[in-house]
Antibody, heavy 120, light 110 residues
Framework: EVQLLESGGGLVQPGGSLRLSCAAS????????MSWVRQAPGKGLEWVSV????????YYADSVKGRFTISRDNPKNTLYLQMNSLRVEDTAVYYC?????????????WGQGALVTVSS | QAVVTQEPSFSVSPGGTVTLTCGLS?????????PSWYQQTPGQAPRTLIY???TRSSGVPDRFSGSILGNKAALTITGAQADDESDYYC??????????FGGGTKVTVL
C-alpha cells in the first residue's frame, strides 16, 4: 500500500524558514517523480514544485521560485521542501504527491498534508 | 501566463450524468497536456480520479471517465451518487516541468 506522510509543518514568522518532509513507503520511491501541491485556506489547489525520479531535475511555480527548494533522498525514501523567506501568502496545507511514472506529469497518490502558517 | 479554466459549479440529479470541462484561456487542450482530475471533499486530501487524459487511478469506479471533448479536457460522471458531491480539480502539464491547476468545480448532487 502506497503511503505518504508529511511532517515539519507549523507556525513561522514572515521571513522565516521551514523544511517539510514526506516519508514514502509501499513503492519503489526512486522510480517516480514526486511533487508538492498546496492549498491556502478556503482556496483551490496550487502546484508548487516537482522533482524527477533521480533528483536531477527540479521545477517550481513562479510564486515560489528562488525561495523554495525541492529535494529527495532516495535511499531514505524521503521527499523534502525547504521553504525560505516565507510570506503570509505561503500559508497553506502542503501535500506531497507521487506521480504515476517517471514522467513529470500528474499525481497518483497523495499524503494527508502538513499545515504551514506564516504569521507574526 | 496561461489560465486553466473550469466551471465554478455544477448541479446533477442522483443517477444523472454530468460532464466537467478543463480548458485554456488561450489555445486548445490536447492529450499532450496530460490532463488529470482530482476529487476533494472539505478537510480531506485530494483523491486522484484520472491521469494522462483517460487512465483511471486504482480503485476508481468506471462511472468516472476522462476524455478530450472539442478543445477541452473533460471528466464525465455517470450515475451520479450522493457521495460524488465534492470539489473537482483538473491540472494540465504546460511543459518544461510546469503544471497548472484549474480553479475547481463544485459539484452538487440533488
Amino acid at each position: 500500500e502506497v503511503q505518504l506522510l508529511e511532517s515539519g509543518g507549523g507556525l513561522v514568522q514572515p521571513g522565516g524558514s521551514l523544511r517539510l518532509s514526506c516519508a514514502a513507503s509501499g513503492f519503489t520511491f526512486s522510480s517516480y517523480a514526486m511533487s508538492w501541491v498546496r492549498q491556502a485556506p478556503g482556496k483551490g489547489l496550487e502546484w508548487v514544485s516537482v522533482i524527477s525520479d533521480s533528483g536531477g531535475s527540479t521545477y517550481y511555480a513562479d510564486s515560489v521560485k528562488g525561495r523554495f527548494t525541492i529535494s529527495r533522498d532516495n535511499p531514505k525514501n524521503t521527499l523534502y521542501l525547504q521553504m525560505n523567506s516565507l510570506r503570509v501568502e505561503d500559508t497553506a496545507v502542503y501535500y506531497c504527491a507521487k506521480a504515476p511514472s517517471r514522467a513529470l506529469t500528474g499525481n497518483e497518490y497523495w499524503g494527508q498534508g502538513a499545515l504551514v502558517t506564516v504569521s507574526s | 501566463q496561461a489560465v486553466v479554466t473550469q466551471e465554478p459549479s455544477f448541479s446533477v440529479s442522483p443517477g444523472g450524468t454530468v460532464t466537467l470541462t478543463c480548458g485554456l484561456s488561450s489555445g486548445s487542450v490536447s492529450t499532450s497536456y496530460h490532463p488529470s482530475w482530482y476529487q476533494q471533499t472539505p478537510g480531506q486530501a485530494p483523491r486522484t480520479l484520472i491521469y494522462s487524459t483517460n487512465t483511471r487511478s486504482s480503485g476508481v469506479p468506471d462511472r468516472f471517465s476522462g476524455s478530450i471533448l472539442g478543445n477541452k479536457a473533460a471528466l464525465t460522471i455517470t450515475g451520479a451518487q450522493a457521495d460524488d458531491e465534492s470539489d473537482y480539480y483538473c491540472v494540465l502539464y504546460m511543459g518544461s516541468g510546469i503544471s497548472l491547476f484549474g480553479g475547481g468545480t463544485k459539484v452538487t448532487v440533488l
